[in-house]
């Protein structure tokens, strides 16, 4: 992945005070330490593209102020000054940081790396922050010091500036966001001017409600239904790790070849349902978390929290009754029996 253009710009925020900017007046070089970054932190991001620039209601009215800057600089192959370029993201991020409803964002060190791969153009825009670390002295005595934390994407976005560009595609940017609060996330989407980071969720959710009506419509049995929920895990996860889109029609095709329909009509069942009873396109958005629920089964109240794998009701340890609508639990974790003994009493 060669790096076209790379720099680095510190903008930071400690609440309550504002925003403050130390912005490079020149690129950074393109030197082995560029490539270690550029190399770790895409080595970081696998993620599926999940949409694109929000568009106003009105046609009339101007783009996000990102997609702004990419319409003045990007001309397709290169960025005519990517300085400037970097200079006007930066201000857009100080805005967004300066915003009532960003008050605990602190912001970091803004990275953004413009490269090319596979004959696509991509821009990476990374906050990072510093994490301290350990080093010694010339008398090797164990001091501090400051450092990248290059490990962890607490807030990134990567841009496929081709599909943009050209319109190849509704969906040419990917989200990595942190376990972080949304009040301190939001800020970051609006400065990319993305706000569908956040649909991955909700299109698992659906992804797992259609294979679910899939199930129920071609009346498979508990069994063939697990397999079926299996299944459709497996290729999701093997296409996230390594970092393909999920295909509905891919899906689709796989069940109907593990599952042979009866007749004709059923015949691309799964993907008349994903895509005409819940909305979905050929291209799903995927949450690994979401995607849990299609092999695991988990419920909570304030309470008590349950969850187990599917394939526990398969082997009967797990057996649930619909009309009592109850959970019977045959094979408990030794752990758990001897905490029960300890405070309950001994076994019967």
């Known amino acids: 992945m060669p790096i076209q253009h790379i720099i680095i710009h510190e903008v930071t925020k400690e609440p309550p005070s504002p925003v403050t900017a130390n912005l490079r007046q020149q690129e950074n070089p393109v030197n082995d330490h560029a490539e270690r970054v550029s190399s770790q932190l895409a080595a970081l991001f696998k993620g599926v593209n999940i949409g694109g620039f929000h568009r106003p209601d009105n046609p009339g009215l101007p783009p996000s102020a990102f997609e702004a800057l990419l319409n003045t600089y990007f001309d397709g192959n290169d960025f005519s000054d990517f300085v400037a370029f970097s200079h006007g993201a930066s201000e857009v991020l100080m805005d967004k940081l300066n915003d009532p409803t960003a008050q605990q964002a602190k912001g970091g060190y803004l990275l953004l790396n413009h490269y090319t791969h596979q004959g696509g153009h991509f821009l990476s825009v990374v906050l990072l922050r510093m994490r301290q670390g350990i080093s010694l002295s010339e008398d090797l005595s164990f001091t501090e010091v400051d450092e990248l934390n290059l490990d962890t994407l607490h807030m990134a976005a990567r841009i496929n500036l081709s599909d943009w560009h050209t319109a190849a595609t509704e969906r040419y940017i990917a989200f990595k966001i942190g376990r972080q609060a949304r009040d301190v996330t939001q800020y970051f989407s609006e400065f990319i001017g993305c706000r569908e980071y956040r649909a991955a969720k909700e299109d698992t959710k659906s992804l797992v409600a259609a294979t679910g009506e899939f199930c129920a419509r071609r009346n498979l049995s508990d069994s063939d239904t697990l397999g079926v929920r299996r299944h459709v ?116």
């Open 233 to 348: 895990e497996e290729l999701c996860r093997d296409r996230l790790d390594n970092d393909l889109p999920v295909l509905l029609e891919d899906i689709s095709s796989l069940l109907d070849a593990r599952f042979p329909p009866g007749d004709d009509k059923d015949q691309g069942l799964f993907l008349s349902i994903a895509q005409e009873d819940y909305g979905l396109t050929n291209t799903a958005v995927i949450d690994r978390g979401a995607l849990r629920s299609l092999v695991r089964y988990s419920g909570k109240t304030k309470k008590l929290a349950i969850s187990f794998d599917a394939d526990l009701l398969d082997e009967g340890a797990v057996r649930y009754d619909g009309e009592a609508k109850s959970l019977t639990i045959t094979e408990l974790p030794e752990s758990l029996l001897v905490e029960l003994e300890r405070t309950c009493g001994p076994r019967s």
